[in-house]
């Protein structure tokens, strides 16, 4: 390649007085330095982009100043999910902490717990929107699992999701292993469950 | 026996074809490359399967592992505006905010991730641009958010007042702790600060195919 060809001496062009003519040149190049070159590159930016650029979610908190928003809610909607410390997740129907169940974030985990209530909600109440997930989240828990959960919620479409703060009963009730003694349980009074 | 006379065969290749490729495959790296900015703090996001695409302007609050906040805005003139908002703000608690020379508040320009407290800022804005480029993660303490100093919401303020279309993210390590990101939280949802939509900065996740079920 690295050859540049010579018109061959003695074929032509050296005998006579004729015509001068121009020597032939080839037109062929070598592109081997080039190629070099080119690699060189190529790899060179290869390794400095960033393919993979950052995405966002959106979060949406509720105004603290408006009360039009507000709306009676039934207990049988409601399905309370604490994230706990070790990637452990605590969930529970209703509004009164009684028994907590423990689950992960795998889809056999939370996604199942969230698709079987909103199977329950549609059952009860005719539509799986009426659902409302309460997420919660121990002192312990990391960020990882609050972008997990709320990932999951838009998995599931789930429409209705809000995070709070941690109440004194459900820490009780996580340090006690997921169980209250029913003594501590205040009373509030529910409407049946149909 | 006579002897068989293999062809004598050029060794040359044609390059052509292969220099085709790689400037193609050069052009398209050339073009899709987006250098990363200088990052003084390593933040490790988490991923998720949203797609949402950065707004801009954009006001970033990031919360590194250790459970440090930093805040750093998308453009060069919000920084200054920001800032001449900050002076006016703590100008009277720290007088020594408002003998910064022009230069010095240049400078802050180039402090990609602000994370100290607002009264370190002229120590920190005399010795230079190559200390500024210099610091890391470690060596910055954080942006106080603690109720009784809660620089982080007079930033934010800041930030606001300089251009009211900002959007805020939160970037947060998937290993920082919950608390001070619901500090952050709390901080930007308060009725001062009043800001209820964000974004919650993650990186593309791999696969995440929702199973229906049946």
């Known amino acids: 390649?690295?050859?540049?060809?010579?018109?061959?001496?003695?074929?032509?062009?050296?005998?006579?007085?004729?015509?001068?003519?121009?020597?032939?040149?080839?037109?062929?190049?070598?592109?081997?330095?080039?190629?070099?070159?080119?690699?060189l590159l190529i790899s060179f930016f290869m390794l400095t982009t960033t393919l993979a650029k950052p995405k966002a979610m959106?979060?949406?908190?509720?105004?603290?100043?408006?009360e039009k928003d507000k709306e009676d809610v039934k207990e049988g909607w409601v399905l309370n999910v604490i994230l706990d410390k070790n990637d452990k997740i605590w969930y529970y129907n209703?509004?009164?902490?009684?028994?907590?169940?423990?689950?992960?974030?795998?889809?056999?985990?939370?996604?199942?717990?969230?698709?079987?209530?909103?199977?329950?909600?549609?059952?009860?109440?005719?539509?799986?929107?009426?659902?409302?997930?309460?997420?919660?989240?121990?002192?312990?828990?990391?960020?990882?699992?609050?972008?997990?959960?709320?990932?999951?919620?838009?998995?599931?479409?789930?429409?209705?999701?809000?995070?709070?703060?941690?109440?004194?009963?459900?820490?009780?009730?996580?340090?006690?292993?997921?169980?209250?003694?029913?003594?501590?349980?205040?009373?509030?009074?529910?409407?049946?469950?149909? | 026996m006579p002897r068989i006379k293999l062809p004598r065969k050029s060794t040359a290749i044609d390059m052509t074809a292969m220099t085709d490729v790689s400037f193609l495959l050069l052009t398209?790296?050339?073009?899709?490359?987006?250098?990363?900015?200088?990052?003084?703090?390593?933040?490790?996001?988490?991923?998720?399967?949203s797609e949402l695409i950065l707004p801009d302007p954009l006001m970033t609050i990031s919360v590194d592992k250790e459970g440090k906040v930093f805040y750093s805005l998308s453009s060069l003139e919000l920084k200054s505006t920001s800032?001449?908002?900050?002076i006016e703000k703590y100008g009277d608690k720290y007088p020594v905010l408002k003998n910064l020379s022009e230069q010095q508040k240049t400078e802050f320009a180039n402090i990609e991730m602000m994370g100290f407290d607002v009264q370190q800022l002229p120590d920190i804005l005399t010795k230079g641009n190559d200390y500024i480029q210099s610091l890391t993660g470690e060596q910055m303490p954080g942006i106080p958010i603690d109720s009784s100093n809660n620089q982080l919401q007079d930033w934010i303020m800041a930030g606001r007042y300089a251009n009211p279309n900002m959007r805020v993210a939160i970037k947060g390590d998937s290993k920082s702790n919950i608390k001070t990101i619901q500090e952050v939280i709390k901080t930007l949802t308060n009725e001062t600060v009043n800001v209820n939509t964000f974004n919650l900065i993650t990186s593309l996740e791999g696969s995440g195919e929702a199973v229906k079920p049946e």
């Open chain 1, 1 to 39: 390649m690295a050859d540049i060809q010579t018109p061959e001496k003695g074929s032509h062009g050296k005998h006579g007085k004729g015509k001068v003519r121009s020597k032939k040149m080839s037109t062929r190049v070598d592109f081997t330095p080039m190629v070099d070159l080119a690699f």
């Open chain 1, 58 to 66: 959106e979060l949406n908190m509720p105004k603290k100043t408006e």
């Open chain 1, 94 to 194: 209703g509004i009164v902490v009684f028994d907590m169940k423990t689950t992960n974030y795998s889809p056999e985990g939370i996604r199942q717990v969230v698709y079987d209530k909103q199977k329950e909600v549609e059952k009860k109440y005719e539509s799986s929107d009426k659902m409302i997930c309460i997420i919660k989240m121990t002192d312990d828990a990391n960020y990882k699992n609050m972008v997990d959960i709320l990932d999951e919620m838009d998995i599931t479409a789930t429409k209705r999701y809000a995070i709070q703060d941690i109440s004194p009963l459900e820490e009780e009730a996580i340090a006690n292993g997921g169980v209250l003694d029913p003594s501590r349980i205040p009373e509030i009074v529910t409407e049946p469950v149909q």
């Open chain 2, 28 to 49: 398209f790296f050339i073009l899709t490359a987006k250098f990363r900015p200088h990052q003084p703090v390593i933040i490790d996001t988490p991923t998720s399967r």
């Open chain 2, 83 to 86: 800032l001449n908002n900050m």
